[in-house]
Structure formats: structure tokens, C-alpha cells
């Protein structure tokens, strides 16, 4: 847009109407600017912690990751919102190029994501943005926080051109942050002191020129984006959890979703989590990711079944590379390195830490595009013998399904009707 090259634009930075450390946030704009430019974003995200040298973020999710849930509304209409954002920044983290989450993304968000030749110039270090000390929580004043831009939770904003406060007059952002940080994997519980919420700030670029917010507001009539919507399944732990008698037993999970009834859906993405924050923790540091995590399940199978067909043929995704495929195919680059989204590999002379990070970024995802009546997802896994904390191929698991919805929204003579696609 030309006219940020000369004075039409200016930003506004707001300091949150309602704070609460380690609770919520709440921003809300000003109805007497003309309008806004989309490209929100919110400054200062994440904990401050007075032994700064000792305490770290998680890896995968880095200082982003403090958030559970955010919402955009006008007055009561929520526009755009995002829950178990937590663990979609896990993704989002990943869903990029090495060269851009090493230069670029892991020093925004404060994630140690981003490989790199290790010190013996051999092996690979899958988290060297920690050589940065990027992801070092720092005391107050010199706080070590994240910067996020709302067009990445907010897929509203990335439809439209601007916000006339004509148009939507009570501009409103909440956050609901995630309280017990050291309990959810989300700071190293390492007993040196405990880590406060830092108060965040929201930087906005405001257009002050009637004459360019008119001709904008003429080419403003609809929009139309992919909201991201959540729902979930839990794959029950099985009958010894590891025992003996769990080697090479198959275990099929089917189940129906109801959450996605009567929208019609373009691409899912599955995060399987083991959700018991304890089995990550060693000496008081996190292992790998937390839960923030996707596991790999060993011979994992994966069917999705759409009005009363399957997606995939035969058997559905059977094997490690081709589930990756899939992913690649529909969400673009991933982060991989070897025996990232796999287990049973020996990487050790490959990767530093291998037997920490292997199986920690198996995520799934796939494209569906139609509208959806009965949604069932046929998942299958096959038991080890194991006496690890984590036995990713028999404990409880949640299984977190994001959803791209397809929503529109309509100006009419009196405001705006937002709805989803039919």
C-alpha cells in the first residue's frame, strides 16, 4: 500500500484496558480513529523471571506459546477467534522454512526451533536458536518477550483491507493466557524463582486521511477466509500401558465429530498429545517439547471418512513418509529433520539430542474441501513394550483436530452479517 511511504499512516500503541499476570488481557480501540490496517500485532508477549539464566521457554512453542485462547470481536459479534492456540503455535512454529524460522521466526517468537551443524561439525542441532540464548526468560526491565502478529490467529484480518470504525465501532481483543506455566510444560520448572506474566502491548497502524478512507471503503462489500476451529478425541490408554502384553497389539480408535456439523471444512490438521505435563519433566527441565508436542505412533494408520466415504484409499495413510507427504502437500514446508515425525530410527550420530526429539513433530494434515454432515476419523496405532515415561504407543492421548471453516462476511446498510459457507 503507497500510502504508508507518506504521512497517512500512523501507529498507535495501546496499553491493555484489563490485566490480569498469568489470566487474561484485554485491548480495546479507539471508535475515533477513521480506520484501522489489519496488520495488528501484539508486543511484549510472554514471562519475565528474576533468574533469567536459568530459566528457558519451551522449546517448540517459545514465549507465543503463553497464550490458550484469543479472541477479535465488535461489541458482542466475536469476528475471528483461535483456541488451543497454544498448541497450533506448535505447529505454526514448524509450518516454515528452516532458513526462515532460524533468521527470522525462532528470535520473534522466542522458540529454539531452526537447525544447525552442531559443534562437531557432524550432526545436526535441531534447536540451535538456544546457542542465542533467544528463549532465556529475562528479569523485569529486560525482559525477553515475543512479538505476534494477529493476521496469523486472526485469518479475518488477512481478508480485508482495513477496519472503518464506521463499519465496526467497538474494536475489541482478548486474550485468556495459560496460568500454571511451570505445570504445563510451558517454562523449565527449574526452582529459581517463579515466572510473572509480562503486561503486553498492541501496536496498530491507524489511516487518518478521510479522502483514502472513503475510496477504500467503496471497494469494501464482502470477505471471505478459513476460520481455524478446534475439537478433539482421546485415544484411551491400553490395557497395561506398556507391558509386555502390549507388543505389536493393534489398537483402532474410531470416532465421530460432531464439532464440524454443517460447515464445510478445506484442510484438518491433527496434533496427538500425551496430556500428562509430568512425564516431560527431568531434573527440573522439559524434555523436548512438553505437550505441545505431536507425537509419532508406531505403524500409525490414519482414515478420514466424509459423508460416508473415505478420503484415502484402501488401508488410508500407512506409513511415516507418506502421512509427510500429505502434510507437505497441504500445509507447505515443514521443519523436519531425521527421525523427527518417527521413532525405532537410531539418528544419535545424525542429530544431537536424538533420543530426546525423535516422534516429537508428527503432525497430520490433509485436505478435505467439502461440506461436512458426519465426520469420522479411523486412527490405529501398535503397542510396545516400553518402560519410558512418555509411551507415546499406549498411553492416554488427546488428539487435537484444527479445522480450516470457510466464513464470509457481507456489509449491508446497516453493519455486516458474518457466516459460515455453505
Known amino acids: 500500500m503507497s500510502f504508508y511511504?507518506?504521512?497517512?499512516?500512523?501507529?498507535?500503541?495501546?496499553?491493555?484496558s484489563t490485566f490480569v499476570p498469568g489470566a487474561r488481557a484485554s485491548f480495546e480501540l479507539d471508535g475515533n480513529d477513521l480506520a484501522y490496517l489489519p496488520n495488528m500485532r501484539i508486543l511484549n508477549i510472554g514471562f519475565t523471571?528474576?533468574?533469567?539464566?536459568?530459566?528457558?521457554?519451551?522449546?517448540l512453542v517459545g514465549a507465543l506459546g503463553v497464550v490458550q485462547s484469543i479472541r477479535l470481536l465488535d461489541g458482542k459479534q466475536e469476528l475471528s477467534s483461535l483456541n488451543q492456540a497454544?498448541?497450533?503455535?506448535?505447529?505454526?512454529?514448524?509450518?516454515?522454512?528452516?532458513?526462515?524460522?532460524?533468521?527470522?521466526?525462532?528470535?520473534?517468537?522466542?522458540?529454539?526451533?531452526?537447525?544447525a551443524p552442531g559443534n562437531d561439525g557432524i550432526t545436526l542441532d535441531p534447536d540451535a536458536q538456544g546457542v542465542n540464548g533467544v528463549t532465556q526468560l529475562g528479569s523485569e526491565g529486560i525482559a525477553t518477550l515475543g512479538y505476534l502478529d494477529l493476521r496469523e490467529v486472526f485469518p479475518m484480518l488477512a481478508s480485508v483491507s482495513h477496519l472503518p470504525t464506521a463499519v465496526f465501532k467497538n474494536l475489541r481483543i482478548e486474550l485468556t493466557y495459560i496460568g500454571d506455566t511451570n505445570g504445563k510444560n510451558l517454562v523449565s520448572?527449574?526452582?529459581?524463582?517463579?515466572?510473572?506474566?509480562a503486561r503486553p502491548v498492541l501496536a496498530v497502524d491507524v489511516l487518518e486521511n478521510p479522502a483514502i478512507v472513503n475510496k477504500l471503503n467503496k471497494s469494501l462489500q464482502n470477505a471471505s477466509w478459513m476460520e481455524v476451529e478446534h475439537d478433539r478425541f482421546r485415544i484411551p490408554a491400553t490395557a497395561t500401558n506398556g507391558g509386555a502384553g502390549d507388543q505389536d497389539v493393534v489398537q483402532n480408535t474410531n470416532v465421530k465429530l460432531n464439532g464440524f456439523n454443517n460447515k464445510r471444512?478445506?484442510?484438518?490438521?491433527?496434533?496427538?498429545?500425551?496430556?500428562?505435563?509430568?512425564v516431560f519433566i527431568t531434573a527440573n527441565a522439559i524434555d523436548a517439547y512438553g505437550i505441545y508436542a505431536s507425537q509419532n505412533l508406531y505403524k500409525e494408520t490414519l482414515q478420514i471418512r466424509v459423508n460416508g466415504r473415505n478420503i484415502f484409499p484402501r488401508a488410508g495413510l500407512v506409513g511415516d513418509n507418506e502421512r509427510l507427504a500429505s502434510l507437505t502437500d497441504n500445509f507447505g514446508p515443514m521443519l523436519s529433520y531425521p527421525s523427527s515425525n518417527s521413532q525405532g530410527v537410531d539418528a544419535t550420530n545424525l542429530v544431537t539430542r536424538n533420543n530426546d526429539l525423535a516422534g516429537q513433530l508428527d503432525y497430520d494434515g490433509v485436505l478435505i474441501g467439502d461440506y461436512i454432515n458426519d465426520l469420522q476419523i479411523q486412527l490405529g496405532r501398535t503397542g510396545t513394550a516400553s518402560t519410558d515415561a512418555r509411551k507415546p504407543n499406549?498411553?492416554?492421548?488427546?488428539?487435537?483436530?484444527?479445522?480450516?471453516?470457510?466464513?464470509?462476511?457481507?456489509?449491508?446498510?446497516?453493519g455486516y452479517n458474518i457466516s459460515y459457507v455453505q
Open 86 to 115: 497454544s498448541l497450533y503455535r506448535g505447529f505454526l512454529n514448524c509450518n516454515k522454512r528452516n532458513d526462515e524460522i532460524i533468521s527470522v521466526t525462532g528470535f520473534l517468537g522466542r522458540n529454539e526451533l531452526g537447525y
Open 49 to 59: 523471571n528474576s533468574t533469567s539464566n536459568n530459566t528457558n521457554y519451551n522449546r
Open 189 to 197: 520448572p527449574n526452582n529459581q524463582g517463579s515466572s510473572v506474566g
Open 5 to 16: 511511504s507518506d504521512s497517512n499512516v500512523k501507529t498507535r500503541y495501546f496499553d491493555p
Open 394 to 414: 499406549t498411553t492416554t492421548l488427546d488428539v487435537h483436530c484444527f479445522a480450516e471453516i470457510m466464513k464470509t462476511m457481507r456489509l449491508t446498510a446497516t
Open 265 to 278: 471444512i478445506q484442510r484438518l490438521l491433527l496434533v496427538k498429545q500425551i496430556p500428562d505435563p509430568a
